[in-house]
């Protein structure tokens, strides 16, 4: 059985969407083509998913390219010390870009590396999909019975505020003013006036005073 969920306020986190906006902008500056291109890399939709999970079909990639490109063959021992040298380099600095890469977007796991793309500028993006659930993110739920008790009990206790602004309007003595029933007090706390109470009947001051 599914547990029961209620919404309590959208977009409660608005600081969630300011950090991705924040985490993406760094991560198309961490990833780019010419970067990539160092390993013999194109920055792709597939590239992108796989260093956001991990990047094991990437590292092997690049793995396989540096040994073709750099280790293979016969080669005069200064060169093959080198190539080695070079090789270790370019594949410590892929490494550590793929890793910052995804440390990047830490705060967003919960969003699929499936939903992040290339488009055809070249640019990163977040399909509609992971928009959808960045924005569900950001939303207030509670989903304990005891949350959801409290939260019922409160909504009851507004609906009878509401009332009693009715009764006390309909006599003249309007909430929150100086003849109000109800009055405000610092920390967003509502409290019944009992003096202005006495007045909310046809033939009370302010009815008087209409």
């Given at each position: 059985m599914k547990q029961k969920r209620i919404l309590i306020q959208e977009e409660y986190n608005r600081?969630?969407?300011?950090?991705?906006?924040?985490?993406i902008g760094k991560l198309r500056?961490?990833?780019?083509?010419?970067k990539l291109g160092e390993v013999g890399l194109t920055l792709d939709s597939e590239a992108l998913r796989d260093?956001?999970?991990?990047?094991?079909?990437?590292?092997?990639?690049?793995?396989?390219?540096?040994n073709e490109q750099l280790l293979s063959g016969y080669q005069l021992p200064a060169v093959k010390r080198s190539n080695e040298g070079l090789a270790e380099k370019l594949l410590k600095d892929?490494?550590?870009?793929?890793?910052?890469?995804?440390?990047?977007?830490s705060e967003f796991r919960f969003i699929p590396a499936e939903c992040f793309y290339v488009d055809g500028a070249g640019r990163i993006e977040l399909d509609k999909q992971g928009a959808d659930m960045l924005k569900e993110a950001s939303n207030l739920y509670i989903d304990k019975p005891e949350q959801i008790e409290v939260y019922n009990q409160a909504l009851k206790a507004l609906d009878?505020?509401?009332?009693l602004e009715g009764m006390?309007?309909?006599y003249k003595c309007t909430s929150f003013g100086s003849r109000g029933v109800l009055a405000m007090i610092p920390g967003n706390e509502i409290v019944v006036r009992p003096d202005n109470v006495v007045e909310c009947h046809p033939d009370g001051l302010w009815m008087r005073a209409r």
């Amino acid at each position: 059985m599914k547990q029961k969920r209620i919404l309590i306020q959208e977009e409660y986190n608005r600081r969630l969407g300011y950090n991705f906006h924040v985490a993406i902008g760094k991560l198309r500056e961490t990833l780019t083509n010419e970067k990539l291109g160092e390993v013999g890399l194109t920055l792709d939709s597939e590239a992108l998913r796989d260093i956001l999970s991990g990047g094991g079909e990437t590292e092997a990639k690049v793995r396989e390219m540096l040994n073709e490109q750099l280790l293979s063959g016969y080669q005069l021992p200064a060169v093959k010390r080198s190539n080695e040298g070079l090789a270790e380099k370019l594949l410590k600095d892929f490494l550590k870009m793929a890793a910052a890469a995804k440390s990047t977007m830490s705060e967003f796991r919960f969003i699929p590396a499936e939903c992040f793309y290339v488009d055809g500028a070249g640019r990163i993006e977040l399909d509609k999909q992971g928009a959808d659930m960045l924005k569900e993110a950001s939303n207030l739920y509670i989903d304990k019975p005891e949350q959801i008790e409290v939260y019922n009990q409160a909504l009851k206790a507004l609906d009878e505020v509401k009332k009693l602004e009715g009764m006390a309007s309909k006599y003249k003595c309007t909430s929150f003013g100086s003849r109000g029933v109800l009055a405000m007090i610092p920390g967003n706390e509502i409290v019944v006036r009992p003096d202005n109470v006495v007045e909310c009947h046809p033939d009370g001051l302010w009815m008087r005073a209409r």
